[in-house]
């Protein structure tokens, strides 16, 4: 256990230099300028982005999934009708069984 504490703090040294060295802050070396300003909008465009992509994804395969239901049954029985295939008689009586 001791002989883990010591390589572990022996470990822990290269970390705790001093920040003086190299003006950490000091002169906006580090984290300012350009990536400060515009990171967090950059960061906004790519989230958009993905946001746009899984939306558009969700609306191409959901126009892609076969609609299925009475609501399609009545629209396909009424362009039949509309097209001569089926006399009023027959359409009537498929339109009562399909509402019903």
């Known amino acids: 256990m001791r002989r883990f504490a010591m390589l572990l703090a022996l470990s822990v040294q290269p970390a705790m230099a001093d ?12 984290g300012y300028g350009f990536g400060m300003m515009f990171g ?7 989230l958009g982005l993905v946001v746009a992509g899984v939306i558009w ?7 892609q999934a076969p609609q299925h239901g009475p ?11 509309a ?18």
């Open 83 to 100: 097209k001569g295939e089926i006399d009023a008689e027959e359409y009537a009586a498929r339109k009562k069984l399909l509402n019903s």
């Open 71 to 81: 609501r399609n049954a009545i629209v396909e029985l009424d362009m039949r009708f």
């Open 57 to 63: 994804l969700v609306r191409r395969f959901d126009a």
């Open 40 to 46: 967090p909008v950059l960061w906004l465009i790519v």
């Open 19 to 30: 920040p003086g060295e190299y003006g950490h802050m000091m002169d906006w070396g580090y």
